[in-house]
């Protein structure tokens, strides 16, 4: 499951980026993590293959394409304070240590949104209240 959480983060913060203009702090996070996010979208190939074979590739494609439209969506639901809140989770996630991405990852999971053909269930957590 860290997999998925893992790439719901990762989709939910380059979002923000492009949507706050947040870019150098995305590629702060994607340049501090890239050993656990590489590792993470091994598994998450992994887990597509065996569900579903000779399509893994396309239904992958499928799944990320889904997750930055669905935190698209948030970010335009969330309204004036998502910038700002976004600009604060990357503040969080650019001090936390290594060992600790999969848990902030895992926290910031949540079972408000489903992601069609999974399992799993995301919900943004940077547009929360304060």
């Given at each position: 499951m860290a997999a998925y959480h893992m790439r719901q983060l990762q989709t939910d913060l380059m979002v923000a980026s492009l949507n706050c203009n947040l870019h150098d702090r995305y590629n702060a996070f994607v340049d501090r993590f890239n050993p656990e996010?590489?590792?993470?979208?091994?598994?998450?190939?992994?887990s597509f293959r065996e569900r579903f074979g000779a399509t893994a590739k396309s239904e992958l494609n499928a799944y990320v394409t889904t997750l930055a439209n669905m935190s698209s969506l948030d970010s335009i639901q969330a309204g004036a304070?998502?910038?700002k809140n976004s600009a604060?989770?990357?503040?969080?996630?650019?001090?936390?240590?290594?060992d600790e991405i999969e848990d902030f990852a895992n926290a910031w999971w949540d079972t408000k949104r489903q992601v069609p053909e999974s399992d799993c269930r995301y919900s943004l957590h940077i547009a929360s209240n304060e």
């Amino acid at each position: 499951m860290a997999a998925y959480h893992m790439r719901q983060l990762q989709t939910d913060l380059m979002v923000a980026s492009l949507n706050c203009n947040l870019h150098d702090r995305y590629n702060a996070f994607v340049d501090r993590f890239n050993p656990e996010l590489t590792r993470n979208g091994k598994h998450l190939k992994v887990s597509f293959r065996e569900r579903f074979g000779a399509t893994a590739k396309s239904e992958l494609n499928a799944y990320v394409t889904t997750l930055a439209n669905m935190s698209s969506l948030d970010s335009i639901q969330a309204g004036a304070k998502y910038c700002k809140n976004s600009a604060k989770a990357f503040d969080k996630i650019l001090t936390i240590s290594h060992d600790e991405i999969e848990d902030f990852a895992n926290a910031w999971w949540d079972t408000k949104r489903q992601v069609p053909e999974s399992d799993c269930r995301y919900s943004l957590h940077i547009a929360s209240n304060e």
